[in-house]
């Protein structure tokens, strides 16, 4: 690698570039990535790290807690909250280790799981089993990905705008606005919750928003010294979470709606993990090509277009990324997880960029 410093767009050019060999686009990341990998762990000791991993923490739970729950609807049981959070724990830190742009976070997203929901419907109305199938769609997803992999698809990103991302960037933000105003509308319009339900429903989640801009920016005022202030700001969401979950809990008497996550670790129906494969016809194993294509595509979109946006010029990053290198590891974490019927997670836009921010 060379020790001339490039710009933004050399260094797309340098990633994104179709080099005509089989697996040359990850031979040229796992090159660019080899000289900065233990620097990654050495710089990892650092109190912003840290502020950072206790936001993200909490931002990663909820998103996982909340998609598996949606899951569990969508799929009558068969994939639920405690599949999400067991694929999006393994998945992130394999991801952590192995990838190239180790700051893009990794779990379910909404497109994701829509998907996941249609092909639930389509089992249903054909009366066959679907986790086996959901498996198989899985298997030829995750081998598909390393196809792309090895034919330098991603290459293909460097013909996408600046539109493009923001676009796509807007589109989840806006999914997540919604989402988070609907959990907070629905308890005033259900004639089953009580007024103080609703009531703590509102006082938690704009606490939590004010506590959390609050603390952030307490950077910027003149109370205590320069390293108080830095560690509020750091600390800033996880303080507000904290804050919260006390004074929620400082009033048993009211009841807020939970999660419902089973009291022992194991499936969410109590099935095995490992799902038997071959309980389906042949000819099944090989039409879930098909519904794999799509998968495929959203994948593929997903984590490219999420990458892209992480390795925003805005953000100075010195490392490069490494679409090729991050594309392989999705593409493998998809082929087991569907083994094992866990949900497919790729790059979280929202939380990927909150954690190169938080930094």
Known sequence: MSSKPMTHSNQEEDQLAFTGRLFGGLRNDLARKAPHYFSDYKEGFSSKVL??????????????????????????????????????????IVFAIFSGQPLTILGGTGPIVIFTALLYELCQAQGLPFLPVYAWVGIWSGLLLLVLVATDASALMRLFTKFTDEIFAALVAVIFLVEALTSVITPLVSVDTSTATALMTIILSFGTFFLAKTFKGFINTRFFNGKVRSFVSDFGPALAILVMTL????????????????????????????????????????????????VTVLLFLDQNITTRLVNNPAYSLRKGGGYHLDLTVVGGLVLVASVFGLPWIVAATVHSLNHVKSL
């Open 247 to 294: 004074f929620a809990l400082s009033m048993p008497s009211v009841q807020l709606s939970v999660p419902a996550i089973p009291e022992t670790f194991g499936t969410t129906t109590g099935r095995a993990w490992m799902i038997d494969l071959f309980s389906i016809p042949t000819w099944m194993i090989l039409f879930c090509i098909g519904p794999a294509i799509l």
């Open 51 to 92: 502020g950072s991993v206790s936001f993200l923490f909490f931002a990663c739970l909820a998103n996982a807690i909340a998609f598996g729950a949606l899951t569990s609807v969508l799929t009558g049981g068969e994939i639920g909250t405690v599949e999400m959070i067991v694929a999006t724990a393994i998945g992130g």
